[in-house]
């Protein structure tokens, strides 16, 4: 079975993500072996400055590297590589036939730049989404990417 790792920094807090995070895991048992690493947000003042910013992130960073070891990684970040729902889908089925990949989403302050540089940078777009919502997205792009390896109509 393929093995995919979700490496989330922020936990969900409201019903509705945990409720949909719970349908797209359902969803995917039957083409992959999916688990969701939380990672602890950091905790920052209520205005932190550029340098407070940087330190968690570089904190969020050493955690995110230990749940990574051993995995082709990709990590979402604006400045990734736009991919299409067609182009996810080869990325996701080639990569899982060559071992186990992980993905990467980062906090509401993103990644660490020295993380991003370590692994392949990729974008569902040029728009933000909460890193919430984005996990969710991300999980339905995986789902949808197995579908239209399969052949499903389920993509149009």
Not at 34 to 41: D, F, G, K, S, V
């Amino acid at each position: 079975m393929r093995k995919i790792t979700i490496v989330c920094v922020g936990s969900l807090k409201e019903d509705f993500w945990k409720k949909a995070v719970l349908e797209y895991q359902k969803r995917l048992s039957k083409f992959c072996d999916l688990e969701i690493c939380e990672i602890a947000e950091a905790k920052l003042s209520s205005s932190p400055n550029q340098k407070e910013i940087e330190q968690a992130l570089e904190n969020e960073a050493q955690k995110i590297l230990e749940k990574t070891k051993g995995k082709k990684t990709f990590c979402f970040c604006i400045e990734g590589k736009p991919v299409s729902s067609q182009e996810f889908s080869k990325l996701l089925t080639e990569n899982t036939n060559q071992g186990e990949i992980c993905f990467v989403v980062g906090s509401s302050f993103g990644l660490f730049e020295n993380l991003k540089s370590k692994f392949e940078k990729l974008s569902f777009g040029k728009i933000t989404l909460p890193h919430q919502l984005f996990r969710v997205v991300l999980m339905e792009q995986i789902y949808r990417g197995f579908m239209i390896f399969s052949g499903s109509t389920y993509h149009k």
